[in-house]
């Protein structure tokens, strides 16, 4: 069984975002993607209503992509899969719609209790977004694992700093390459495809 995680990825658009978020994502039986940008295969719900009847009779290991046309019926998804579900992924593209500063407030808010309380029914969350400063900056006490692919605007890499990350290496990333930072310390994807705590950490930064 995999742990609990809550995993953030940001970058600008083509830096692979996306690319690394599947291969996350192949570790985990049980994945409702929230495909707001139509570039994941699975069983497609393009309405909430269908989605409901799904988990009427839900199958044990499922590939689930919403398309819902409002942005009301995925916080509606959200909170059936976080009342009902237990041991899931939720992958969360364009999060800032999602995860941002005024949602990230409210105790009512379906994203909200998933990320604070979401441990209990081991709900994880792979949240991946371009726009670094519209992301509720309160979530970094809560993040398992934060990656950062390269990114160059000025306010974009201030933020990245109070994530942690060190500005000059998030604008010197070359493409394809992230930062990596997990409770045990940095990394960079030149380390091991996947690294663990247990590798020493480059610099003791930690989350
Ligand atoms: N590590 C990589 N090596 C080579 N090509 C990659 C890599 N990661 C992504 N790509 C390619 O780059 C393009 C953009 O990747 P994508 O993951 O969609 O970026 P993003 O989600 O950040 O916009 C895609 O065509 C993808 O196949
Ligand atoms: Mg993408």
Same mark, same amino acid.
């Given at each position: 069984m995999?742990?609990r995680e809550?995993?953030?990825?940001?970058?600008?658009?083509?830096?692979g975002?996306?690319?690394?978020a599947?291969?996350?994502?192949?570790?985990?039986?049980?994945v409702?993607v929230?495909?707001?940008?139509?570039?994941?295969?699975?069983t497609?719900? !393009?309405?909430f209503?269908?989605?409901?009847?799904y988990f009427?009779?839900? =199958?044990? %290991?499922f590939?689930?992509?919403?398309? +819902?046309p409002?942005p009301?019926?995925?916080?509606?998804?959200?909170?059936?899969?976080?009342?009902?579900?237990?041991?899931?992924l939720i992958?969360?593209?364009?999060a800032?719609?999602?995860?941002n500063?005024?949602s990230?407030?409210?105790?009512?808010?379906p994203?909200?209790q998933?990320v604070?309380r979401g441990?209990h029914?081991?709900?994880?969350i792979?949240a991946?977004?371009q726009?670094?400063t519209?992301?509720?900056?309160?979530?970094r006490?809560? !993040?398992?694992?934060?990656?950062?692919?390269?990114q160059?605007?000025p306010? =974009?890499l %201030?933020?990245?700093e109070d994530?942690? +990350?060190?500005?000059?290496?998030v604008?010197?990333?070359?493409?394809?390459?992230y930062?990596?930072?997990?409770k045990?310390?940095?990394?960079?994807?030149n380390?091991?495809?996947?690294?663990?705590?247990?590798e020493?950490?480059k610099k003791?930064?930690?989350l």
């Open positions: 995999i742990q809550v995993i953030i990825i940001f970058g600008r658009t083509g830096e975002k996306s690319t690394l599947k291969k996350i994502i192949a570790r985990y039986n049980r409702v929230f495909d707001t940008l139509h570039e994941y295969h699975g497609v719900f !393009s309405d209503d269908s989605f409901v009847d009427q009779h839900p =199958d044990s %290991d590939f689930l992509v919403c398309r +819902f409002s009301v019926s995925f916080s509606y998804a959200a909170r059936l899969l976080f009342e009902t579900q237990e041991d899931i992958v969360l593209e364009e800032d719609n999602y995860l500063s005024v990230f407030n409210d105790a009512y808010d994203f909200f998933i604070t441990r029914a081991k709900i994880s792979l991946i977004t726009r670094p519209l992301i509720a900056i309160t979530l006490a809560m !993040s398992t694992r934060v990656i950062t692919f390269c160059t605007e306010g =974009d %201030d933020r990245m994530w942690g +990350f060190d500005p000059e290496e604008r010197n990333l070359e493409k394809f390459k930062l990596e930072k997990t045990g310390g940095i990394h960079d994807s380390d091991k495809a996947s690294p663990s705590q247990h020493t950490p003791d930064i930690l």
